[in-house]
C-alpha cells in the first residue's frame, strides 16, 4: 500500500496512475470525497484528512510501504511562508511517529538554495526541515511544468506565445507531470535505499522549442515572447495572483532566467524526461476537442 498526497491534482494523479498500471494498491489522503470520486472507482483506498492536520497525515501513513509527500501549491505566500511552514511542521511530526519504510517528496530545481527562489522557497524550506529524518528519503527536483504552458492552447492562435523566461533561446530544465508520476512511482516501488538521495528530473529545453512544438499542434507558426520584466505584475493578476501579491511568483522566475534551475547540482542523480511539450499539447488539445 503506498499513500499519494494531492491526487486530485497533477502530479499526485500521475503517481496514482502509475502505480495503479503496476497493480499497486493506493491510498489516498483526501478533503473532499466527492473530487476523488474517480480513485475510489479505481480501487484507491479513501481516508479523511488534511495536510494541515499532522495526527490526520500520521493515520493515512500507518501501514504502508512507502509514501509521497508534496507542499499545496499556493501562488501567493506570506513573506514568511507561514503555510509551508505548518504544513511541514506537521509532515515532519507525522513522518516521525509512523516512520514509513520510505518517502518519495516533490521538490523543484534550485530547492537546494536558500534565498532568491521565490515560490521555490517552500520547497527549499521543505528538503531543510526534512534533512533531520532519519528515513530513506528521496527527493525528486523536478523541472518547471510542461503543463505550465496549456494557456497557449487559447492565447496563441495569433502565432505568440508570451513567457516569462527571458531569452527565450535560454534552455532550463522542464518536465511534463506523467514523468514525475512515473519516477514517483519508480522510486516507490523499486530497490530499496537508505539515507536520502536527490534525483534531478527534467530535460533542458527553451520556450522557443516549446512555442515550435506548440505550433506543431496548433498548425500555425508560433514564436515565444518574452512579457518585459515591467510587465510581469500584471501578467501574474491575469493569472488570479492578488495585486501587490505577485513577488514571489517574480522572483521565482527571475531564479529560472538567472539559470539557478539547471541541470548538474553536485550530488544528484538526473533522470530526463520522455514526454515533449508537443505531447503533452497534443494530448490536451485532443481532450478538448472531442
Avoid: C
Avoid at 476523488?36 to 510501504?65: F, H, M, P, S
Avoid at 516533490?106 to 522557497?121: E, V
Avoid at 527549499?124 to 527527493?139: G, V
Avoid at 514571489?248 to 520522455?274: C, R
Amino acid at each position: 500500500m503506498f499513500l499519494v498526497m494531492g491526487i486530485t491534482g497533477h502530479v499526485g494523479g500521475a503517481t496514482a496512475q502509475h502505480l495503479l498500471a503496476q497493480a499497486r494498491e493506493v491510498r489516498a489522503m483526501v478533503r473532499n470525497r466527492e473530487k476523488a470520486t474517480k480513485w475510489a472507482d479505481q480501487g484507491v483506498e479513501l481516508v479523511d484528512g488534511d495536510w494541515n492536520d499532522a495526527a490526520a497525515v500520521e493515520r493515512a501513513l500507518e501501514g504502508i510501504d512507502g509514501a509521497f509527500v508534496m507542499l499545496p501549491s499556493v501562488w501567493a505566500p506570506s513573506p514568511d511562508f507561514k503555510e509551508a511552514r505548518s504544513v511541514i511542521a506537521n509532515y515532519v511530526e507525522a513522518l516521525n511517529q509512523a516512520a514509513p519504510p520510505r518517502v518519495v517528496v516533490l521538490s523543484s530545481m534550485g530547492a537546494h538554495r536558500t534565498n532568491g527562489l521565490g515560490m521555490i522557497t517552500a520547497l527549499s524550506l521543505l528538503e531543510q526541515e526534512f534533512r533531520h529524518l532519519t528515513l530513506p528519503i528521496a527527493y525528486v527536483r523536478a523541472g518547471g511544468f510542461f503543463e505550465n504552458f496549456l494557456y497557449g492552447l487559447h492565447v496563441a492562435q495569433g502565432g505568440t506565445l508570451p513567457v516569462y523566461y527571458n531569452p527565450t533561446s535560454r534552455k532550463s530544465t522542464m518536465v511534463a507531470t506523467d514523468d514525475i508520476g512515473a519516477e514517483v512511482a519508480t522510486l516507490l516501488t523499486g530497490p530499496a535505499w537508505s539515507g536520502h538521495r536527490v534525483v534531478e528530473l527534467g530535460s533542458m529545453v527553451s520556450a522557443d522549442e516549446v512555442a515550435a512544438q506548440l505550433g506543431e499542434v496548433m498548425q500555425r507558426d508560433v514564436k515565444a515572447f518574452a512579457i518585459p520584466r515591467v510587465g510581469w505584475p500584471a501578467a501574474f493578476e491575469q493569472f488570479g495572483i492578488p495585486k501587490g501579491q505577485t513577488g514571489p511568483a517574480e522572483a521565482m522566475f527571475e531564479a529560472v532566467n538567472a539559470g539557478w534551475m539547471d541541470l548538474g547540482v553536485e550530488g544528484t542523480e538526473h533522470v530526463a524526461g520522455t514526454t515533449s511539450p508537443r505531447d503533452v499539447f497534443a494530448a490536451a488539445h485532443k481532450a478538448a476537442t472531442r
